[in-house]
């Protein structure tokens, strides 16, 4: 299994509180990406970096903030937390981009998140 | 825009029947595709992909075909097992920069002893 793990694995806020949750990986990989899963919707990607300092916006950022200071960790903010944010959030990483050939995406064990 | 259409679940089967799920998409240009799946309280894994069109993803005793001119990617196993019950997801990879992917809404698959 690739190494990703998630901080926390549950967390039960309310709503207005600022939530971080943590990607740690040990592969050295470039490319890091947080989704959330929904019923009916599969996984749907907030933001993704290509690299340290450099992130980019998915398909559903707003409400949502990302930084990567160190290749490992890979941050997602909720700066102020809303029921509608209630979700699963996974982390994946993969190690080329498109440009460099076919890669994998490997996913973490995912952070369920309540806001109440 | 890039999307994909997955069959609604659960799929509810016996032990040792055939499955189909189906999955089409639509993107432009020529982009990757995927299954994966998703066990009880886990991350997702990468069951089987395929790159280019006629091209056959397996794994497990799942395979899937990459076909471009009914632009479908559906999964298919001869005989299921009680621990094949998960969820597939179906999923193309864009051709640009970034490696990104995008997914089908998902489809429970429930097999009874």
């Known amino acids: 299994d690739a190494g990703i793990t998630q901080s926390p694995r549950h967390k039960v806020t309310e709503t207005g509180t600022p939530v971080t949750l943590r990607c740690h990986q040990t592969e050295n990989h470039r490319y890091m990406y947080w989704y959330r899963q929904d019923p009916g919707h599969g996984l749907r990607l907030i933001h993704y970096?290509?690299?340290?300092?450099?992130?980019d916006k998915g398909e559903v950022s707003d409400g949502y903030s990302v930084s990567r200071s160190k290749t490992e960790d890979f941050l997602l903010t909720l700066e102020s937390a809303t029921s509608s944010q209630t979700s699963v959030y996974f982390c994946a990483i993969s190690s080329r981009g498109v440009y460099n050939g076919t890669d994998t995406q490997y996913f973490g064990p995912g952070t369920r998140l309540t806001v109440l | 825009g890039n999307s994909v259409t997955q069959m609604e679940g659960p799929v509810t089967l016996s032990e040792e029947a055939f499955l189909t799920i189906n999955c089409t998409y639509t993107?432009?240009?020529?982009?990757?595709l995927f299954w994966y799946v998703q066990y009880p309280g886990e991350g997702l894994q990468l069951l089987l992909k395929?790159?280019?069109?006629?091209d056959k993803g397996s794994n497990k005793g799942f395979e899937a075909t990459y076909r471009k001119e009914t632009t479908s990617f559906h999964l298919e196993k001869g005989s299921v097992q009680v621990s094949d019950s998960a969820v597939y997801f179906c999923?193309?990879?864009?051709?640009?920069?970034?490696?990104?992917?995008?997914f089908g809404g998902g489809t429970r698959l429930m097999v009874k002893p």
């Open positions: 970096s290509y690299g340290v300092k450099d992130t």
């Open positions: 993107a432009t240009g020529y982009p990757s």
């Open positions: 395929a790159t280019k069109a006629d």
């Open positions: 999923a193309l990879r864009w051709n640009n920069a970034g490696n990104m992917l995008t």
